[in-house]
C-alpha cells in the first residue's frame, strides 16, 4: 500500500489497493507531462510529486531527491527554478482534474490567504507583515488561494503571492527575485478577484463563493461577485454597516424564537453545531429593479458554549434559498483552512526553500496537484461507501430547511445601498 499522510493510514484511504493509487497517479501526472517539452523536466516532475506523496520528513529538495533516489538536489532544484515550463498551464490542468473528478453544479469557490513563514529579506514578497494563520506580525511571504469544494470533496485550484509595496516599488529587488517587470503592487482583493474571474473561464462549475471578513466586508467585492451572477456568503465584522447600523446592532433585534441550531457541516469531532439567526434584507432598486431576483440577507452564528462569541455574516442567494443553504455555504469556509493544514503538514506546501518569483509558483502548483490527488481518492472511496459514518459526505444539514427568520424593522433601513 503506498505510504499515508503522517506515515499513518487515512480514514478514508486505508486498505486502498496500491494499483488504485499509481492508476489515478499515472493519469493525472500524464496529464500535466504535456505541459513539459523534453523528457527530462518531465521525469523530475514526476519525481518530485511523487515525493510530495512519499514519506519525507520534510518536504525540500534534499530530502524529495533523496527519495527518489538521487545524489543531489540539483536537478530538481532546476525543474523550480530553471527549467522551461509554466505553472499556470499546470494550475489549468489542476482545474479541469478537479471539475472532472470533484465537480458539481452548486460548486463553492472559497477565498482565503495563508502565511509562510520565512527568514531574511530576499525570497519573493517576503517582509514583517501580519499574518493571519500566526495570528501576529512575522517575518513572511504572503499567498492569496482559491479552493473548490461540492459533496464530493475539496482541493486548493489557485494562488497568487501577495508583493507588497515595499518590493514592487524596488524594481531592482524585483530583478533579483525574477519578478516580471509587467508585475505591479495589488491587493490581495484585486488578487482574489482575478482567482474568481480565472475560475469562471475554467471547466470549474461554481455557483457560490465564500471568505473570511478581510474579503467579505469590501462592498466592491460583494458587488464584483454579484455582477458575475455568483451568490456569496461571506463574514464581515461586526462593525460592518447594513443599510445604516452595524450589523451587531441590528442582531439586538432578533427574538429568541430566531435562533436555530444547525450545522455548518462535518468537523473532526462531529458536526459543527451552532445557533444561527437570519434576516432577510429588502431589496435595492438600484441594483435590483422592480423584479428582484435575487435575496440578499444577514446572518449570525452565535457559540452554544460562549453565546459572547458571535460571527457575522452578509449573503446574497437565488429567491428560493433558505436559511440552512446559507449556513453550508458559510460552513464551507473551513474546507480551505482544512486544506492549508493538510497540505502544509502532510504535502510540503509550506517546505520549499525557493527564493525567487517563478520557484515559489512551481513548488505551489505541484504541492496544490498532490493535495487534489489525494482528495480525489479520498472521494473515489466515500462514493463506494467505504468512508466511515462519522465523516459523512454531505455537508446538508440535518435540520429541517424551514429554519426561522425573523423580519427586520423596518425603521431600521435608514440609508438603502449601504451594503453596496
Known amino acids: 500500500?503506498?505510504?499515508?499522510?503522517?506515515?499513518?493510514?487515512?480514514?478514508?484511504?486505508?486498505?486502498?489497493?496500491?494499483?488504485?493509487?499509481?492508476?489515478?497517479?499515472?493519469?493525472?501526472?500524464?496529464?500535466?507531462?504535456?505541459?513539459?517539452?523534453?523528457?527530462?523536466?518531465?521525469?523530475?516532475?514526476?519525481?518530485y510529486v511523487q515525493g510530495l506523496l512519499g514519506p519525507a520528513g520534510r518536504k525540500n529538495s534534499w530530502q524529495l531527491a533523496e527519495y527518489a533516489g538521487h545524489s543531489a538536489p540539483h536537478r530538481l532544484q532546476h525543474l523550480l527554478a530553471g527549467a522551461r515550463w509554466d505553472a499556470d498551464q499546470v494550475r489549468d490542468d489542476l482545474q479541469a482534474y478537479v471539475a472532472e473528478r470533484l465537480g458539481a453544479p452548486d460548486g463553492v469557490l472559497i477565498i482565503d490567504d495563508t502565511g509562510f513563514v520565512k527568514k531574511g529579506t530576499v525570497s519573493a514578497g517576503v517582509q514583517r507583515q501580519y499574518s493571519g494563520t500566526a495570528g501576529r506580525t512575522e517575518n513572511c511571504q504572503i499567498g492569496v488561494f482559491a479552493a473548490y469544494a461540492t459533496t464530493k470533496g475539496h482541493a486548493l485550484v489557485d494562488r497568487e503571492p501577495y508583493l507588497p509595496k515595499s518590493w514592487t516599488e524596488d524594481?531592482?529587488?524585483?530583478?533579483?527575485?525574477?519578478?516580471?517587470?509587467?508585475?505591479?503592487?495589488?491587493?490581495?482583493?484585486?488578487?482574489?478577484?482575478?482567482?474568481?474571474?480565472?475560475?469562471?473561464t475554467?471547466?470549474?462549475?461554481?455557483?457560490?463563493?465564500?471568505?473570511?471578513?478581510?474579503?467579505?466586508?469590501?462592498?466592491?467585492?460583494?458587488?464584483?461577485?454579484?455582477?458575475?451572477?455568483?451568490?456569496?456568503?461571506?463574514?464581515?465584522?461586526?462593525?460592518?454597516?447594513?443599510?445604516?447600523?452595524?450589523?451587531?446592532h441590528l442582531l439586538t433585534q432578533a427574538p429568541p424564537e430566531a435562533w436555530r441550531r444547525l450545522s455548518a457541516g462535518p468537523g473532526a469531532k462531529g458536526e459543527?453545531?451552532?445557533?444561527?439567526?437570519?434576516?432577510?434584507?429588502?431589496?435595492?432598486?438600484?441594483?435590483?429593479?422592480?423584479?428582484?431576483?435575487?435575496?440578499?440577507?444577514?446572518?449570525?452564528r452565535r457559540s452554544i458554549a460562549k453565546s459572547d462569541e458571535?460571527?457575522?455574516?452578509?449573503?446574497?442567494?437565488?429567491l428560493d434559498a433558505t436559511v440552512a443553504d446559507l449556513v453550508r455555504i458559510a460552513g464551507c469556509r473551513w474546507r480551505i483552512e482544512e486544506s492549508f493544514q493538510s497540505a502544509?503538514?502532510?504535502?510540503?506546501?509550506?517546505?520549499?526553500?525557493?527564493?525567487?518569483?517563478?520557484?515559489?509558483?512551481?513548488?505551489?502548483?505541484?504541492?496544490?496537484?498532490?493535495?487534489?490527488?489525494?482528495a480525489v481518492l479520498a472521494a473515489q472511496e466515500r462514493e463506494k461507501g467505504e468512508a466511515p459514518t462519522t465523516h459523512p459526505s454531505s455537508w446538508t444539514s440535518h435540520q429541517p430547511k424551514s429554519a426561522v427568520c425573523w423580519q427586520l424593522d423596518p425603521a431600521t433601513v435608514?440609508?438603502?445601498?449601504?451594503?453596496h
Open 171 to 200: 524594481r531592482e529587488r524585483c530583478k533579483t527575485a525574477r519578478i516580471p517587470d509587467d508585475r505591479t503592487f495589488a491587493t490581495e482583493l484585486e488578487l482574489a478577484r482575478a482567482m474568481v474571474r480565472r475560475a469562471l
Open 202 to 248: 475554467s471547466p470549474l462549475p461554481i455557483a457560490w463563493v465564500t471568505a473570511d471578513s478581510a474579503y467579505g466586508q469590501d462592498s466592491h467585492f460583494r458587488r464584483f461577485l454579484e455582477d458575475a451572477g455568483l451568490s456569496y456568503v461571506v463574514a464581515v465584522p461586526k462593525s460592518q454597516q447594513v443599510h445604516g447600523p452595524r450589523i451587531d
Open 272 to 300: 459543527r453545531l451552532y445557533d444561527w439567526a437570519a434576516a432577510r434584507l429588502p431589496a435595492v432598486w438600484e441594483f435590483d429593479g422592480d423584479e428582484p431576483t435575487r435575496q440578499r440577507w444577514m446572518l449570525a
Open 344 to 374: 502544509k503538514n502532510e504535502w510540503g506546501l509550506d517546505q520549499y526553500e525557493v527564493r525567487r518569483f517563478v520557484g515559489w509558483y512551481r513548488h505551489i502548483t505541484l504541492a496544490m496537484l498532490a493535495h487534489a490527488f489525494l
Open 310 to 318: 458571535v460571527a457575522y455574516y452578509l449573503a446574497c442567494a437565488p
Open 1 to 47: 500500500m503506498p505510504w499515508q499522510p503522517g506515515g499513518q493510514p487515512t480514514d478514508v484511504l486505508d486498505d486502498l489497493p496500491t494499483e488504485t493509487w499509481d492508476q489515478e497517479l499515472d493519469e493525472l501526472l500524464l496529464r500535466i507531462g504535456a505541459r513539459f517539452g523534453r523528457v527530462e523536466p518531465r521525469r523530475r516532475m514526476r519525481d
Open 414 to 419: 435608514l440609508h438603502p445601498g449601504t451594503t
